[in-house]
Every structure is written in structure tokens, then in C-alpha cells.
């Protein structure tokens, strides 16, 4: 992602995939520093998909390469809220 050049993408970490057993499909999860950025994430994420697809082909060397789709991950955001309601548990205790 860092050859694409592409400012939305800077601050994307891809955090994993899911593959389809024939090859056809790849869900590729991510996260971003601002869930605000998410559309934006998306919107730079269509616009590449063809030369994202092709790299991950050309370093797999797979006869066949999977159509990508990206999706926001929000385990790591839903992990942030239920801390944070912990520490406000926490506080209002005190």
C-alpha cells in the first residue's frame, strides 16, 4: 500500500483476511487511526483494488487470485468502547 501513494491510505493497517477455500473471494480487514476517515479508507480502497489485487498475485504466484473486498475491522474500535466504559464504571465507583 505504501507504493500506491495514496494520502487516505497512509495511516490503514490491514489487521487480517479471509480466504474462500477456492479462491475466489478474499475479505480483507482493516483499521484506521479515525473511524471518521472510514468513507474516505473505502472510496481509496476501490480506486486501487485492481493494482491491490495484482500485487498480492504477483508475491503469492497464484494461477488464480481472489477478488479483494474491504472491510472496516471493528474489533479493535469495539474494544476501545467497552474499555472505555469500564474506566467510566470505574470513576462514577470512586
Known amino acids: 500500500m505504501e507504493r500506491i501513494g495514496d494520502e ?3 495511516l490503514v493497517s490491514i489487521t ?8 475466489h473471494r478474499a475479505i480483507v480487514w482493516y483499521t484506521t487511526v479515525d473511524s ?3 468513507s474516505d479508507v473505502a472510496e481509496a ?3 486501487h483494488v485492481g493494482r ?14 481472489p477478488k479483494l473486498v474491504f472491510r472496516p475491522d ?3 474500535r469495539t474494544a476501545e468502547h467497552i474499555e472505555d ?10
Open 74 to 76: 471493528e474489533v479493535i
Open 16 to 23: 487480517g483476511a479471509d480466504v474462500d477455500r477456492d479462491l
Open 52 to 65: 491491490l489485487r495484482r500485487a498480492v498475485g504477483d508475491q503469492a504466484r497464484l494461477r488464480k487470485t
Open 45 to 47: 480502497f476501490d480506486e
Open 85 to 94: 466504559l469500564i474506566a467510566r464504571s470505574r470513576a462514577n465507583r470512586e
Open 36 to 38: 471518521d476517515d472510514d
Open 8 to 10: 487516505r491510505l497512509e
